[in-house]
């Protein structure tokens, strides 16, 4: 467990310059949402989906960042700033991913299974970005602030604007 709160403290230094010691870190609302959501994402895959779905609704009230507890986030995952990112229940992040706020990794409604985007390693994703549907977002992508993504980016692309 102490493990755990160091290597997310160094994430959020290392991500973070305006971050000037380990303890302005547990008033960031990334460390605060992402705890949430470990534990709520561990009563997910126990089938407590009512208590999972509280304690993510309880980190949304508190932070202002929306992660549902059946999404897969991998390691290194940062979110700056946070305030209105929306990560949804099929949406599976791999390693070194940095959000900025604002952020929707959303459904179309028009899937019935796997609904949401993944995000593959070393992406970047700016700014009030939009990423739509079950659609696959490729190794070090850059996607610039205010795009809105609704088909496969390909491996080390910088996208802006719409891409549809």
Do not use: C
Not at 108 to 135: C, E, F, M, Q
Request: no cysteine; glycine share 10%; proline share 3%.
């Amino acid at each position: 467990m102490i493990k755990f709160f160091k290597n997310l403290i160094n994430i959020i230094k290392e991500k973070d310059p305006a971050i000037h010691s380990n303890w302005e870190v547990i008033v960031y609302p990334f460390f605060k949402v992402y705890i949430y959501y470990k534990i709520a994402h561990f009563l997910y895959l126990h089938k407590f989906y009512f208590l999972a779905r509280f304690l993510s609704e309880r980190a949304k009230i508190r932070t202002g960042i929306e992660i549902h507890p059946g999404a897969v986030i991998g390691k290194n995952f940062f979110i700056d700033h946070g305030v209105g990112v929306v990560i949804g229940e099929t949406a599976v992040i791999q390693d070194n991913v940095m959000l900025y706020h604002g952020v929707t990794l959303g459904g179309t409604g028009k899937d019935k299974d796997k609904r949401h985007p993944t995000i593959k390693n070393n992406v970047i994703i700016g700014a009030g970005s939009i990423i739509l549907g079950n659609i696959t977002i490729g190794e070090n992508a850059v996607i610039g602030a205010g795009s809105i993504v609704l088909r496969n980016v390909p491996d080390n692309m910088v996208v802006v604007g719409v891409y549809k």
